[in-house]
C-alpha cells in the first residue's frame, strides 16, 4: 500500500472524513458553476432556498440575497405548465428514500428587462412521512435551444416568404373543416387564389419583386380573411383559403 492510499484511508478517523465531504462538496459546486449552470437546495418546510456561486450570473440577478425564499423565486417566473412547487408538493408520489426525480422548463426575469429560458432539473427527498421536504437540482440556461427548436415550429409551420401557413399546415386545417362539415357543425368552403401573369412580372422586373408581389397579395388577404378562416400559401403563385361556417 503506498503512501498516499493510507492518507486516504486515515481520513475516515476522528471526523476526517467530514472534511474529504465538504471537499468533495466544494468540487462539485466549482465544476457546476465552470459550465454555466447553477446548483440550489430548497427547504420545503421552512421555504429557505440557497444557491450556488453561479445562479447570480445565469439568471441575470444583480443580488441574489433577494432570492432566499421559494416565493421570492416564483414571483419571477413565467412557466406554460406545471410550477416547481405543484410538480413536487402536490405530487401524489411518496419518496421511499432515493428521492423522487422532476424536471420541467420555464422562463425566469431578470433584471435587465429580459426574459431568460431555464431547464431545472432536480430531485427531492422526504421527511418521516415521506412527503417532501428538501429538494436539490440544478438549473441550466437553454436560450438558445429554446430559439432554435421555436424556430423550427416555425419553419414547420409556416411559409417562409409570406407568414402565412405553409401548404402542409393548410392542408390540415382543410381536413378539420371537412370532418366538422361532414359531422353536420357547419358548413365551409374551400379557396384557391392564384396570381396570374406572375412569370411575366419575373421575366421583366426579376425574382425579388415578383417576391414582393406574392407578400402584398398574401398581406391583402390576410386583412379580408375573418378571425376563424384558415389563410396559406399554397403553391408559388397560389393561396388558399379555408372559410370555415360561411
Not at 163 to 174: F, T, Y
Request: glycine residues 10%; contains cysteine; proline residues 1%.
Amino acid at each position: 500500500m503506498d503512501s498516499k492510499t493510507q492518507d486516504v484511508r486515515r481520513v475516515d478517523v476522528g471526523g476526517g472524513f467530514g472534511i474529504v465531504e465538504a471537499q468533495a462538496e466544494d468540487v462539485l459546486k466549482s465544476a457546476v458553476t465552470a459550465v454555466g449552470d447553477a446548483a440550489y437546495r430548497w427547504s420545503i418546510d421552512n421555504d429557505t432556498l440557497s444557491w450556488s456561486p453561479g445562479a447570480q450570473a445565469l439568471l441575470g440577478i444583480s443580488d441574489i440575497s433577494k432570492m432566499a425564499t421559494h416565493r421570492d423565486f416564483a414571483a419571477r417566473l413565467v412557466t406554460e405548465g406545471l410550477s416547481r412547487y405543484e410538480l413536487i408538493c402536490r405530487s401524489r408520489e411518496s419518496d421511499t428514500g432515493a428521492g423522487v426525480p422532476y424536471e420541467l422548463e420555464y422562463q425566469v426575469c431578470d433584471d435587465f428587462g429580459g426574459m431568460r429560458w431555464v431547464e431545472d432539473r432536480g430531485r427531492w427527498f422526504g421527511g418521516a412521512d415521506g412527503a417532501p421536504a428538501v429538494a436539490v437540482g440544478v438549473l441550466r440556461a437553454i436560450d438558445e435551444r429554446h430559439k432554435r427548436e421555436s424556430e423550427l415550429i416555425r419553419l414547420s409551420t409556416y411559409d417562409e416568404l409570406t407568414g402565412l401557413l405553409n401548404r402542409v399546415r393548410l392542408k390540415e386545417a382543410l381536413t378539420d373543416a371537412m370532418i366538422a362539415s361532414q359531422r353536420g357543425r357547419q358548413s365551409s368552403a374551400f379557396l384557391l387564389i392564384a396570381v396570374d401573369n406572375l412569370a411575366l412580372i419575373n421575366d421583366a422586373f426579376g425574382f425579388d419583386v415578383a417576391d414582393e408581389v406574392i407578400v402584398n397579395v398574401g398581406e391583402r388577404l390576410r386583412s379580408l380573411a375573418r378571425r376563424g378562416d384558415s389563410l396559406g400559401r399554397y403553391a408559388g403563385n397560389k393561396f388558399g383559403l379555408v372559410l370555415r361556417n360561411c
